[in-house]
């Protein structure tokens, strides 16, 4: 890929198993041009390059970064040297799906747990969206302990719309999205997992204040139900869960979520078919949640953060990341609109962004096949 100014990158060591010509850049290895943004000029450093269809990311309490890639790898990298990590179960790469998120929940000093999505082979039926826990070795070397604590119930063909976001709620319990599978009607199905924001305990259960635990047939993880393809996901400061999704032709979404709400997909929608044919009934029906804001054209949002960190003018805004149109989405106000486009040569296909440790603003790209980060600009 392309660069401008002069950059330090050193090659990876690869300590356990092998990672094909992975490397990492130092702090140093700085754009010459900074991305100008409205709250001033950004630097954008590289931190990691040749990765292979990049999925998501996230810090141990000790800096070391975890990467997963689409196609099955789980990476770590720390002062300059990355390596692969092993113990992962059988991944179905399929299309869009594959290794997807990971979460390093905040109790990890303790537990060294770690859970991710992926997609995995149901019995007898296709594939579908799971959740994995394991123990991260003392050494950082492998995942120990490893479990499947949850898998969609019925898992369907073809490579589509695995969703796949985890994080953890402020009171511990998981939120895990999952999409409806190249299946539209499914996601009004409550006796499918497709289509829904779950909410899960660390073992995988249905907690039992969730809305449909006592609804005859409905799957008692369901949280929300009604959305296409959700590809972000977060807490606001207040602890209120907001996602993104991908609409079909136009009607990208961002959605406030309350517990045992109908987002409306596939009945209502604000885009249209690929093929230019309407969608359900319209953009409005009782008893179906309006989106806060959305997307048309769509920009295939995925990734999703809430800022507090070193730029004061972002404090509380909301950044997305553009699969399609090669930028991150800086959205503020009430209700939450984009108010700003921020764009470079590295925004090529933001798959995920999320606010480092450090305050600064990270996200991978899947163009480059790259993580990168970006903060204030100390060279004007």
Known sequence: MPHSGPRTVFSSRTLFG???????????AATADPIETMAGPMTVTSVVEDLDAPWSFGWLPDGTILVTERGGRLLSVKDGETREIGGL??????????LLDILIPSDFAQTREIFFTFARD?????????????????????????????????????????????VESPDGYLFVTVGDRGNPDQAQDLSMHNGSVLRIDRNGDAPADNPFVDTSGAQGEIWS???????????????????????????DEVNRIEKGANYGWP????????????????????????????????IAPSGMTFYDGVVADWD????????????????DGDP?????????????????????????LWFLSVGHGALYRLAPDTNG
């Open 18 to 28: 092998p990672v094909a010509a992975l490397s990492v850049a130092f702090a140093t």
């Open 89 to 98: 179960p059988d991944i179905s790469v399929d299309g869009q799906g594959g």
């Open 122 to 166: 149901q019995f007898l039926r296709g594939n579908g969206t799971a959740v994995y826990r394991a123990t991260l070795s003392q050494d950082g070397s492998r995942l120990e302990d490893g479990e499947t604590i949850f898998a969609i119930a019925r898992g369907t063909g073809g490579g589509f719309h695995f969703g796949s976001r985890i």
């Open 225 to 251: 139900y009604g959305h296409r393809n959700p590809q972000g996901m977060a807490f606001d400061a207040s602890g209120q869960l907001w996602v993104n999704e991908h609409g079909a032709r136009g009607g």
């Open 267 to 298: 009945v209502i929608a604000y885009g249209v078919n690929y093929d230019g044919s309407s969608i359900g009934i319209g953009r409005e029906q009782a008893g179906m949640e309006q989106p806060v804001h959305y997307w048309d054209p769509s």
């Open 316 to 331: 509380g805004n909301a950044f997305v990341g553009s699969l399609k149109f090669d930028y991150i989405a800086r959205l």
């Open 336 to 360: 939450l609109t984009e108010v700003e486009q921020i764009s470079g040569p590295e925004t090529l296909r933001v798959r995920d962004v999320r606010q480092g440790p450090d305050g600064a």
